[in-house]
Structure formats: structure tokens, C-alpha cells
């Protein structure tokens, strides 16, 4: 059959099809090794297939990988495991996977690479792996085949809210909605339009201005007095010495709030596309303590890769996986660092700028970004950078060179497909790399940036021209 073929007709059919076919596979066997993605896409996968896999009756264990390379895979052969799973990876790494010979499932959105029998991506199937499901979706969509599992459709949106993928429409689409809606009518979550600043459960809103950098309120942002000036001129007020937090508001002094921003974006003359991102969908989990973290899928995301990003993915797992006790405080006390490594990484690219080739930017970070938040970093900064070409972000690595990049859909439109180009290049000098047309990174080798940066720059122009 031609399921490996990417299709341009979106067929919802044949993909239910296909997830329940690896379903089946999967219980051919007894135990499992999943093999998942250090990031909220990739925990919350790990744990929906997981708690799947132990209601089914399969033993199974959990691996991390920061990304799925031939020594990665080679480790994994040696454990010589009855069946694996790859969740949110392995769609770039087919023919490597395949040449293997083990048992083996891929449930992944990245842009596939080569060919695989048990391999669920929604490209085979006329979806966009980038806004439509993410890796923990697709995931779902195996687990909903495996049993009864609808109560995880919420740890299926954190997923793909923390892949960012309601950002272009201002809300989820696709096979992502159709879960959602699933979660909404089992009760497991709520969706309605809402502010879009980050930390609504959490944060004095204060907090939520100054920290705003999609959109970037100039004189706010990063300004504590200013955040704070603003919102006591607009006659919000606190509580004795204490702001409160958004979900502590009043309906109307919500409202306010939000038409002051308004109003102050246009005096400002932001272009009316930026001051629309200050509202959007945003996801509530039910079933979670109001004024926590995990309350809300963009704030449990972000907690989420405080922890996998930092070499923690077991303790992220064990937040996903329902641990709300230890797990979470150590969960929480990594979401102070990772918050201010972004900060910090964020004024360094403000303070260094980008070189700008003919049709790309980049920034070389060296040691001072770690290298598994430096694509973060790279897509916070895409909103102070000119927007008329893609950014690049070189951080140093343990034996060569990680490489981010992050696109608008502006470029993709015109053809940008970063996924490809950078795995192309990254390939070209004896590199791997892959992704999504809006986000892709690689790995390179240590003395190659030069000879990189070169392919890519044509590569980038030959796709937008
Ligand atoms: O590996 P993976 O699929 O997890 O990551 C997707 C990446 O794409 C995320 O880092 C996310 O930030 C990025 N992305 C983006 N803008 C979008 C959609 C995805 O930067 N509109
Ligand atoms: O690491 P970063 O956040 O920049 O990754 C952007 C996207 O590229 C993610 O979806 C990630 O999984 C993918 N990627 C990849 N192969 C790599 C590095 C990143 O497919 N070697
Ligand atoms: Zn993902």
C-alpha cells in the first residue's frame, strides 16, 4: 500500500485506519520500549502511550532522546527490546529505524524521511504536522485504539499547544480540535477565547505585560514599573500590597485590561496582525487545581520543558503522569531557571543582533544558550527580528554545532520550508536535521557552520524565489 506517499487530499478515514493498525500491532506484544522527545510534545506523548500501554496489559519503560541520531538508535538495538515505540520522533530517521530490523512503531508529525510500515504522520494523510496534530495527537489517536483513553485528549492538547501549534489560526485546528472537542464532551478540558499573555493562572498580572513578547508592548515589556504604571493608570487595583492574578479579576476589569492594550498597541501604531495575538483560544484543564501551573496547557507546557529540556525529563514524566507532590515542587523550582535562562538568552540575541546573509539571519550563541532551548530562544526573538527572512541559531554541542531555525508563515508562503532546507544542508556536510516548515534544527559538524551557512543561504533562496 502507498500510505508511506505523502498525500495532498487530507483523509481522516485512512489515518484512523492507520492509528488503529498500530494499535494492533502494538498488542501483538508484551512489552514495549518507548523512545520520546525531550520536550512537552515528546512527555506528554511518553505518557499518553505509557499509561496506555499499562492498561493494555504490556510491560514497558520510557527513554528520552534529545534527538533520534544513528548512536541513539544503536543504544537502542543493543537493549534488544521486544517492540519499540518512537513518539514525537523518528519520522526523519525511517530508512535508519528500518535498517535495524526491530519491531518497531513510529507516531510522529515531523516531515518524514524515507519509509516505514508502522509509521502514523499525519503528512501521509494530507495533514500539516505543524498545526493540525502534534506528536502527543497522534499519539492519542494510537492510545484511543489501544482502549478506552479519551481522559488523555488533555494531555494531548498540552502537547500540542506546547509545539505552539494553535499560534497561526489563534486556536487549534485539524485532528487537533477533533480531540479537543473530544476532551471538552468527556470533561477533561475547556477551551474559550481569552487573553493570550502567559501565566494567567500563576502570575501577578503585571507579571503577564512585562513578560509579554508576542506581542512586544514597547515601554512595557521588560519593564516592571512601566507594566505596573500602566495597569493602576487604566484603575486596576490591588489588594492591599498584593496584585492579583488574571484569573482573580473581575469579568469587567478583564475587559478593560484588554481594550486598554488595545488601544495602546494602536496609539503605538502596531500593525493590527500583531495586536490580534493578544487574544486567542487558550485550553483549561479541569481536572487541575485552579492557580497552578498545570491548570492551563500553555503554563503546563512551558513546566514541562523547565524540566526535559534541563536533562529532567523523568521528572516532567512523573508530573504528566499524575504526580502532583514532590515531582511537581522540583518541576517548579526548574521553571524559575528556565524562565530566566530565556530572559538572559533572549537580551543576549538583543544586545549581539543577527548577520544577515542574502536570504537568512542568524546568531551564534556559543556557550552562552544551551543548545535544547536555544530554538525557544530563536522563536521569542522572531518578534523583534526583521520578519523578511528566516532566523538561524547556532549553540555549541557536545562534538559539533546544534542549529535551530524558526520561519513565519508570511515566508511559507512564498515557499519557505525550513524542515527541508536545513535537512538538506545539514546532510551536505555531513550533518542530520529535519522538522517543520516553520521550526526545523540539525546537528553539525563542529568546523562546518561556514560551509552550512552557505548551502542554507541557497537553499532558503531557491525555496522563496
Ligand atoms: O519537535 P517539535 O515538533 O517538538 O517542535 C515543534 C517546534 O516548532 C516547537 O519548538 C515550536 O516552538 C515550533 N513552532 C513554531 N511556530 C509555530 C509552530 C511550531 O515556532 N507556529
Ligand atoms: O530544537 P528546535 O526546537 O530548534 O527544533 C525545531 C524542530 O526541528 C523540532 O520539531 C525538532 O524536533 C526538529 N528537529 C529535527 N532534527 C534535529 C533537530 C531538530 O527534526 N536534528
Ligand atoms: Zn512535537
Redo the contacts with the bound molecule.
Keep these: 500500500m502507498g500510505l508511506n506517499k505523502k498525500k495532498t487530499t487530507k483523509d481522516v478515514m485512512t489515518f484512523h485506519i492507520k492509528a488503529r493498525e498500530c494499535a494492533v500491532y502494538i498488542k501483538k506484544h508484551s512489552s514495549a520500549l518507548v523512545v520520546s522527545?525531550i520536550?512537552a510534545d515528546g512527555l506528554t506523548s511518553a505518557a499518553i502511550m505509557g499509561k496506555a500501554l499499562e492498561r493494555a496489559g504490556l510491560d514497558y519503560d520510557i527513554r528520552f532522546a534529545k534527538?533520534l541520531?544513528g548512536a541513539v538508535l544503536a543504544g537502542i538495538a543493543d537493549s534488544n527490546p521486544e517492540l519499540v515505540i518512537f513518539t514525537?520522533?523518528g519520522s526523519?530517521m525511517l530508512d535508519a529505524i528500518k535498517s535495524l530490523k526491530l519491531n518497531a512503531v513510529v507516531s510522529d508529525h515531523?516531515q518524514p524521511q524515507g519509509t516505514f510500515e508502522h509509521h502514523l504522520n499525519p503528512h501521509l494523510f494530507g495533514f500539516h504536522g505543524a498545526t493540525e496534530v502534534s506528536g502527543s495527537g497522534v499519539t492519542y489517536l494510537i492510545a484511543s485504539s489501544l482502549g478506552n483513553n479519551a481522559d488523555f485528549a488533555d494531555l494531548a492538547i498540552v502537547g500540542a499547544v506546547g509545539?505552539l501549534q494553535h499560534v497561526k489560526h489563534g486556536q487549534l485546528i485539524g485532528l487537533n480540535r477533533q480531540i479537543m472537542e473530544e476532551g471538552a464532551k468527556n470533561g477533561v478540558l475547556r477551551y474559550e477565547k481569552d487573553l493570550l499573555l502567559f501565566g494567567k493562572q500563576t502570575r501577578p498580572i503585571f507579571k503577564l505585560l512585562q513578560y509579554s513578547s508576542d506581542p512586544f508592548l514597547p515601554g512595557i515589556s521588560g519593564s516592571e514599573d512601566s507594566s505596573i504604571e500602566f495597569l493602576k493608570k487604566i484603575g486596576i487595583r490591588q489588594h492591599g500590597e498584593k496584585w492579583r492574578r488574571w484569573i482573580d479579576l473581575e469579568a469587567v476589569e478583564k475587559q478593560q485590561i484588554v481594550s486598554s492594550l488595545f488601544q495602546f498597541c494602536l496609539s503605538s501604531g502596531m500593525p493590527v496582525s500583531s495586536i490580534q495575538r493578544l487574544i486567542g483560544e487558550v485550553y483549561t484543564l479541569l481536572r487541575e487545581r485552579e492557580g497552578t501551573e498545570v491548570r492551563d496547557a500553555s503554563e503546563y507546557s512551558t513546566l514541562l520543558n523547565a524540566t526535559a529540556r534541563y536533562d529532567h525529563a523523568d521528572i516532567g514524566l512523573a508530573v504528566c503522569m499524575g504526580d502532583r507532590g514532590k515531582s511537581y515542587e522540583e518541576a517548579s523550582a526548574l521553571l524559575n531557571e528556565h524562565r530566566k535562562n530565556l530572559v538572559e538568552g533572549i537580551n543576549l540575541v538583543k544586545e549581539q543582533g543577527t548577520v544577515r546573509m542574502e536570504h537568512l539571519q542568524y546568531f551564534d550563541s556559543g556557550n552562552k544558550i544551551r543548545e535544547?532551548i536555544?530554538?525557544?530562544v530563536?522563536?521569542m526573538c522572531s518578534s523583534f527580528v526583521n520578519h523578511d527572512m528566516p532566523i538561524i541559531?547556532f549553540a555549541d554541542s557536545d562534538g559539533g554545532v546544534?542549529?535551530?531555525?524558526?520561519g513565519n508563515y508570511e515566508l511559507i508562503r512564498k515557499g519557505l520550508n525550513l524542515?527541508n532546507a536545513?535537512?538538506e544542508a545539514?546532510r551536505a556536510v555531513g550533518g542530520?536535521?529535519?522538522?517543520?516548515d516553520i521550526?526545523?534544527?540539525?546537528?553539525i559538524p563542529c568546523n562546518a557552520k561556514n560551509e552550512f551557512l552557505k548551502i542554507l543561504d541557497s537553499k532558503i533562496g531557491s525555496q522563496i524565489r
Aim: glycine share 26%; no cysteine; charged share 15%.
Design positions: 522527545h520536550d534527538q541520531d514525537d520522533l526523519g515531523h509545539d535544547t536555544v530554538g525557544i530563536a522563536g541559531a546544534k542549529v535551530s531555525s524558526r524542515g536545513i535537512g545539514a542530520t536535521g529535519g522538522g517543520h521550526a526545523a534544527g540539525a546537528f
